[in-house]
């Protein structure tokens, strides 16, 4: 593993101009506004079940502790552990496209 990073990083370091001369990866910038948007509020909707989720997933629990029904509660906190996961994730590839989307704008 240890000579595989580092014939990576040899050749990354040997590299002086880009692979494909003369493209530049940019996202034209008609569509740079509206995707931006798009990500913006899938992200935002995402979050906002994740979290609803989680409040669901919270009152299962208390309504199965209290009554004493315990499959109710596991599941409640099986939701609680996924909304969490899913809100992480989410958060998490949209971070990681906008910043794809800045690095390609240069900056």
């Given at each position: 593993?240890?000579?595989?990073l580092?014939?990576?990083?040899f050749?990354?370091?040997?590299v002086?101009?880009?692979?494909?001369?003369?493209?530049?990866?940019?996202?034209?910038?008609?569509l740079?506004?509206?995707?931006?948007?798009i990500?913006?509020?899938?992200?935002?909707?995402?979050?906002?079940?994740?979290?609803l989720?989680?409040?669901?997933?919270?009152?299962?629990?208390?309504?199965?502790?209290?009554?004493e029904?315990?499959?109710?509660?596991?599941?409640?906190?099986?939701?609680v552990?996924?909304?969490?996961i899913s809100?992480?994730?989410?958060?998490?590839?949209s971070?990681?496209?906008?910043?794809?989307?800045?690095m390609?704008?240069?900056g």
């Amino acid at each position: 593993m240890s000579q595989m990073l580092e014939t990576l990083n040899f050749l990354a370091a040997d590299v002086s101009e880009p692979i494909i001369p003369g493209v530049s990866p940019e996202l034209p910038t008609s569509l740079r506004g509206p995707t931006e948007t798009i990500l913006n509020w899938t992200a935002g909707a995402g979050l906002a079940l994740a979290v609803l989720g989680g409040l669901s997933g919270w009152a299962c629990v208390a309504i199965g502790h209290n009554s004493e029904r315990g499959p109710l509660a596991a599941r409640g906190k099986q939701a609680v552990v996924w909304s969490l996961i899913s809100g992480m994730g989410i958060g998490l590839t949209s971070g990681l496209v906008m910043a794809f989307y800045t690095m390609s704008k240069g900056g």
